[in-house]
């Protein structure tokens, strides 16, 4: 995330659609369109890499122990209230030996909350990240951990889905769950739930500002890869964020485009 002050003076005065195209990122644009590794620990790194396991032209690569790889915008993406799409496609190639439930990358959405007074730098604003892992669904539901499914294999993960449907919160210096202006969690958002349940705890007028996808901690030497990541509100087409490795000849359109939707969306 770069400014909160920016942040807030862009969230309150407009409301910013998305480009109603596949934005390609590639290693050559993704500084420019605000996507980046964060988080790194125990050996983990993420970055964009080919690979043939999804759709062919590349993936975000997701491996060790902990990672993030995805986009912090120093304007609105959307207004919470409207998200109405949210999902990727992901691959597990290589368990993680130490924590069972969380061998499948994980899908984040972060969000910046102003507080019931709906005024930013007033005590009350809270970062959370909305949280989607195979492991947080129901047992019938899981489509890797615990043995449900196979390595290698295409799956998606969605915010939206009929069944899959389950996410989670975590508010930035408190810990998993949603709390109030004096620390305090708010009872019954520390549970995995439907994505409408849990933006209940979450006060009217908060913003995405980012998202990513990742896996830790303490997973271990784990291998995977997630793609096209697709993300959309009411009353504007979805956006889907394909990860490529452009060949040669096409390398320098790939970083073209990737600046000219860079403007577009800012």
Not at 38 to 50: L, P, V, W
Not at 100 to 111: C, D, E, G, K
Not at 137 to 164: I, K, M, W
């Amino acid at each position: 995330m770069k400014t909160l002050t920016t942040l807030a003076i862009t969230a309150l005065t407009a409301s910013v659609g998305l480009a109603q195209t596949v934005v390609e990122v590639n290693p050559t644009n993704e500084a420019a369109l605000g996507f980046e590794s964060s988080g790194n620990s125990g050996g983990g790194s993420s970055g964009i890499q080919a690979t043939t396991l999804l759709d062919g032209d590349g993936a975000v690569f997701i491996g060790g122990d902990r990672t993030r790889y995805g986009l912090s915008s120093d304007a609105s993406l959307g207004n919470l209230a409207d998200l109405n799409v949210f999902n990727f496609q992901w691959t597990t190639t290589q368990e993680g030996p130490t924590v069972a439930t969380a061998q499948a990358p994980a899908l984040r959405l972060s969000v910046f909350d102003f507080g019931a007074d709906a005024t930013f730098g007033t005590g009350d604003d809270r970062v959370i990240s909305l949280t989607w892992e195979d492991g947080e669904q129901s047992s019938a539901d899981r489509q890797f951990v615990a043995g449900s499914g196979s390595l290698n294999t295409t799956y998606e993960g969605d915010f939206f889905g009929s069944s899959a449907s389950r996410v989670y919160a975590f508010t930035s210096g408190f810990g998993r769950g949603i709390f109030d202006a004096g620390g305090n969690l708010i009872a019954g958002s520390n549970s995995a739930q439907d994505l409408s349940s849990l933006i209940s705890f979450i006060n009217p007028g908060a913003i995405v500002f980012g998202f990513n996808v990742g896996v830790g901690s303490s997973v271990g030497n784990y291998e995977g890869f997630a793609d096209r990541i697709t993300l959309g509100f009411a009353g504007s087409e979805a956006t889907t964020y394909n990860f490529v490795i452009p060949t040669p000849a096409g390398a320098a359109a790939f970083g073209v485009f990737g600046l000219a939707a860079s403007r577009r969306r800012r």
